[in-house]
């Protein structure tokens, strides 16, 4: 599975460096379990995931066709 970051989201997990290592934990499960750790998103969103971290700090992310085709 080939894993991309935004430049945004690397910089969002620099501003909230006291929950870094919540953050990379969640990112692992996602990783490792992207369907079963995040939530489907709607309308404009559709094909889209997100998952929570903290109440202020929710990972969004795309999860695409192919690989779950694939079993990626």
Known sequence: ???????????????HAGIKKQIEQKVLQIINHPVEMGEPLKGNFRGFYSCTVKRNFIIIYLYCGICRKKGE
């Open 1 to 15: 599975m080939d894993v991309k970051f935004e430049k945004a989201f690397l910089k969002a997990v620099k501003k």
